[in-house]
């Protein structure tokens, strides 16, 4: 007996995860435009030689470099996932606009978590 076909999903899903991407964008640059402001004063001054700005700026490198590999591979690995599940039931219905929003919602989470972060930390007033 043949697998049963799944129907293909309504708009309504490739909506929804569109949806959480497009709010997902929108979170991230609010928290990297607030990270900038408040790294910026701090930046100028560990140019100037103070320590606290120079190990912010070294911060900032290494989570930069650290999001970029974490994010290629949580990409890769949803890629991945995406087409072991096309080849092993290549008669399921799949939305191609879907999955390609789950790739960039996979894509964006480590650098949404490092940025929401940073936004957190760098805004708290020191008493």
């Not at 001054?45 to 974490?70: F, I, Y």
Request: proline residues 5%.
């Amino acid at each position: 007996m043949a697998p049963p076909i799944r129907k293909p999903r309504s708009a309504a899903a490739a909506g929804v995860q569109a949806q959480a991407l497009a709010n997902r964008m929108l979170t991230l640059q609010a928290d990297a435009g607030l990270t900038i402001a408040m790294r910026m004063p701090l930046l100028m001054r560990g140019a100037l030689g103070d320590s606290r700005g120079q190990r912010e700026a070294a911060k900032a490198v290494s989570e930069k470099v650290s999001a970029v590999m974490e994010s290629g591979l949580a990409a890769s690995q949803a890629a991945a996932m995406f087409w072991w599940g096309l080849a092993l039931n290549p008669l399921a219905g799949v939305d191609l606009a879907e999955e390609a929003a789950k790739v960039a919602n996979s894509t964006l989470e480590p650098f949404s978590k490092r940025t929401r972060a940073n936004a957190a930390r760098l805004t708290v007033r020191k008493r």
